[in-house]
């Protein structure tokens, strides 16, 4: 099958033709378990630390797609040695990683951001570590990324970063000429476009010789939650940060300690899937949902009440029963749980407000011209504004979603399927940034009650 091209956005959305996959539509409630794969950002961040170690590490259950390889092939490049060894779950094999050596000099070596943030924002720090030049490139959308803060700050820490003709670039491409070493110290950046700004340079602050005191100037800071789970993670390995002041964080350098960490399933991308229990009035069950978390989607426990749902969290298992209706409300910074939640607030029956999401125009795609546009497409009322979003109820008709290379607009396409018959979501094959099973897991959550119903998991494709 092919599809048709998305026009009237503004976003920037290919012209190719691209396969469209029929949403399943609810033709009853859903009653489903479900497990979801390890987590993007645990994955990628400790991947990361693994790289730059005193000894070999591990990674149990960790996530295996797009993004997740798209890092282990830049740590290789590297220098790194990443292994898969066999896991003890369903989860696909882990990972055993030995770290680079930074004062090995290395040839000039080419990697391949993909679409994937974790990747462009993380690993420039890293290649700062190395004794080699580094070029950074990606899929035509990372082009458009904000990336100016990671190349201002490594120009900053006096690590040469150049474009073709020696120019000082702004986004991809760019090569980092790395020496092995980074002096560090105060360093000042406006992190308004991205928290994994923040992220990128702690993750590597212990290893530079005088660690690193870094400061935030300017419109307040995205996405805080992702901060905290570096900060995080970054002390369960040893490494000491000072975030006791908004905006200033201050790492001692140090050793980064090797590692065995089971990653955690991803609590963002178990969003779709609860949404489902409400888009369709049923139950959706996930087991070994984590009682402490750093990760955002912990959020879907009060989103998901206040759209009506009833969520309880019993023997590690998180339930949520949709309500008779899905009710609309107001968010403030949903973060990369925005796409979901807009799915479900057009389903709604009361007004919705998103706010405090103005960076998402930064995202996989400008996600708030994608996600106003597609459910406008489909007869639906949803407006920009200056930060987010306002979506009031209408009543959706089948129709395109166009999925702008992004997986999360993917994915809120086959929520809308659910309640609405006849939608199509075009390149649903997009998932595979943090979910390639997603349509067979999507499917087979349908499935279950019908009498060929197997627990969903995340080896449903095999
Ligand atoms: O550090 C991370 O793992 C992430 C941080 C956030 O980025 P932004 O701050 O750019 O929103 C989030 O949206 C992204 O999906 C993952
Ligand atoms: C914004 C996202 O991804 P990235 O890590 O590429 O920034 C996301 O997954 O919603």
Known sequence: MTGTTASSTGSTHSVETLPLWAAPYATKPVDATVTVPGSKSLTNRFLVLAALADGPSRLRAPLHSRDSVLMIQALRQLGATVTEVPGDGDYGPDLEITPMDPSASGAATSIDCGLAGTVMRFVPPLAALRNGPTLFDGDPHARKRPMGTIIEALLALGVPVATEGGRTPSA?????????????GHLVIDASASSQFVSALLLVGARF???????????????????????????GVGVKVDDSVPNHW????????????????????????????????????????????????????????????????ENGTLTVKGGPEIRGADFDETSEL??????????????????????????????????????????????????????????????VVHSYADHRMATAGAI????????????????????????????????????DDETVTSEASN
Request: a negative charge; hydrophobic letters at 40%.
């Open 209 to 235: 010789t005088e660690g690193l005191h870094l400061e935030h100037v300017g419109k307040p800071v995205p996405s805080l939650d992702h901060i905290n789970m570096t900060v995080a993670v970054l002390r």
């Open 338 to 399: 925005a796409p979901t939640v807009a799915a479900l607030c057009a389903l709604a029956t009361g007004p919705s407000r998103l706010t405090g999401i103005a960076h998402l125009r930064g995202h996989e795609t400008d996600r708030l011209a994608a996600l106003a546009a597609e459910i406008n497409r489909l007869g639906g009322d949803a407006e920009e504004t200056a930060d987010g979003l306002i979506i009031r109820p209408a009543t959706l008709h089948p129709g």
């Open 416 to 451: 809308l399927g659910l309640a609405v018959p006849g939608v199509q979501v075009e390149d649903i094959a997009t998932t595979s940034k943090t979910m390639p099973e997603f349509p067979q897991m999507w499917e087979a959550m349908l499935q279950q009650g019908t009498g």
């Open 172 to 184: 991809l491409p760019f090569s980092v000429d790395g020496t092995g070493e980074v002096r560090g």
């Open 250 to 313: 201050r790492v001692a350098p140090g050793p980064i300690h090797a590692f065995d960490q089971r990653i955690e399933q991803d609590l963002s991308n178990a969003g779709p899937f609860l949404a489902a229990a409400l888009a369709t009035h049923g139950t959706v069950r996930i087991p070994n949902w984590p009682t402490e978390t750093t990760q955002v989607g912990d959020l879907w426990r009060t989103i998901l009440v206040e759209m009506g749902a009833t969520v309880t969290h």
